[in-house]
């Protein structure tokens, strides 16, 4: 009977590794090539001029602070139908999904009008240089229209998860991405005749990629048979106050989000305050790291999905067990950042700019960054795992605790204590690790809950 017992949960926990990889692995697919072509778009602009990668790091962060916004808003939805897909629940994955793709554009468009026509003052209370903030306004101008396409991208993502069915989301990154880094290179640096246009060209290049691949991913979203998916008629006659309801629980993960990239707002603004070239050197940092994210994040997508349907349920063993199976993948991101910033620091960063001064004084930054993924990663997935039973109001919190605490790190390390740029990574640092441990605690009292 004890033998029997163990084969059974040996094979629920492989059920549980394979689904996770069923939806994580497109997913990865899918960001990783997003993540490549925004690496290939920092190698563009900083060979064809180094403060173009502070113009990037000044001009992507606030406008992603926005656009994650748009982004999160259906996680509230995509929560709601997998609960309800776990408890076979029809008619409310049609009327969540159906108001989904009706209602979700609204602030998207509102955000659009916003960045390009208003975008000045907020690059001024950045502290933006009056040399940067001319190109910031124009990267954000031209990057703008892709708002525009949000709302309908995200809530399309949200049907694709929650059927389990992500392999489209890969080859609409490929082409998006590949067209991306075709239109960047021939306007960044005027090839075939076109204007040289800097970081204008790359902000043109990433819109009329989107918009082009846009017309795939809308052609394969309403041909393939997708399990949440709902008919016309339902997106029709779809409620107002069934998003509203959805709007409820995914405005948390959404400001929450706001608040994280608030913060990081608020490190470009210290970053600023220490030289020119800092914010391109974070910037720099940042993306590389953002490449483990994607997995990570990934993975997280995922547990948020099956924890969801675990929720509905009802399943206490395979609430837990999608929570292990997620994070111990993670380690296998951890070890390879580890390992990469540790051998091979000088490599990396020479990709992305010829500065020896940069190169030699930003290596110690990826070992950083390699081991602040243990507890960024445990975050990343705990925190899906407690919105996946319902609760989305924990990791907001707990942002807003975040966003303070390390603003407040940031600026002891680097004008108390006079640690650089080195006390902006610090602070990241000391914020995960604090926030892994009380996500945790709260994660295990969800268990105990759920247990009962």
């Not at 009056?130 to 995200?154: H, I, K, R, T």
């Not at 391109?280 to 790291?289: A, L, R, T, V, W």
């Not at 993670?330 to 960063?349: D, R, T």
Request: one cysteine or more.
């Amino acid at each position: 009977m004890k033998t029997q017992h163990l084969e059974e949960i040996k094979a629920k926990y492989g059920s549980c590794f394979r689904q996770l990889l069923l939806i994580s692995v497109p997913l990865i697919l899918s960001q990783l090539i997003n993540q490549l072509q925004m690496v290939i778009d920092k190698i563009f602009l900083g060979h064809a001029d180094s403060l173009y990668m502070s113009v990037l790091g000044n001009a992507t962060f606030p406008m992603w602070t926005t656009m994650s916004f748009c982004l999160s808003i259906g996680t509230g939805a995509s929560i709601l139908i997998s609960q309800s897909v776990g408890a076979n629940n029809r008619k409310n994955i049609a009327d969540y999904a159906g108001s989904l793709i009706k209602y979700n554009n609204i602030i998207p468009f509102a955000l659009f009008i916003f960045w390009c026509f208003f975008s000045s003052p907020v690059f001024k209370i950045m502290g933006v240089s009056e040399n940067l903030l001319p190109l910031c306004v124009d990267y954000a101008q031209f990057y703008s229209p892709v708002f525009l396409l949000s709302g309908f991208g995200s809530s399309f993502i949200v049907i694709f998860q929650t059927s389990n069915y992500t392999k489209p989301l890969a080859t609409y990154s490929l082409i998006r991405s590949g067209l991306n880094v075709l239109f960047d290179w021939v306007l960044i640096f005027g090839k075939f005749g076109f204007p040289v246009l800097g970081v204008k060209g790359a902000a043109l290049g990433t819109t009329l990629a989107e918009f082009i691949a846009a017309v795939y991913f809308t052609y394969v979203f309403f041909k393939r048979p997708l399990a949440t998916r709902p008919n016309f008629s339902t997106i029709r006659n779809s409620r107002f106050k069934s998003y509203l309801n959805s709007a409820k629980l995914g405005v948390n993960t959404a400001l929450e989000g706001v608040l994280w990239n608030c913060g990081n707002l608020a490190l470009i603004r210290i970053l600023n305050s220490i030289n020119e070239l800092a914010a391109g050197i974070y910037s720099i940092i940042f993306g590389i790291e953002v490449l483990a994210v994607v997995f990570v994040g990934s993975l997280g997508s995922a547990a948020l999905t099956l924890t969801s349907e675990a929720t509905g349920k009802q399943d206490f063993f395979r609430y837990k067990s999608v929570f292990r199976c997620a994070y111990s993948l993670c380690f296998v991101v951890i070890a390879f950042m580890i390992v990469s910033g540790y051998f091979f620091p000088n490599q990396i960063l020479s990709v992305f700019t010829k500065d020896e001064a940069i190169i030699e004084s930003s290596s110690i930054f990826l070992l950083i960054i390699g081991f602040n993924m243990i507890s960024k990663s445990g975050n990343m997935i705990i925190g899906n795992c407690i919105r996946g039973s319902g609760d989305t109001q924990w990791m907001f919190f707990t942002q807003i605790f975040g966003t303070v605490f390390i603003i407040g790190m940031a600026c002891l390390f680097v004008y108390k204590l006079n640690f650089g740029i080195a006390g902006v990574f610090f602070a990241v640092m000391t914020d995960e690790i604090v926030r892994f441990i009380i996500n945790y605690i709260r994660y295990r009292k969800i268990c105990a809950t759920f247990g009962k």
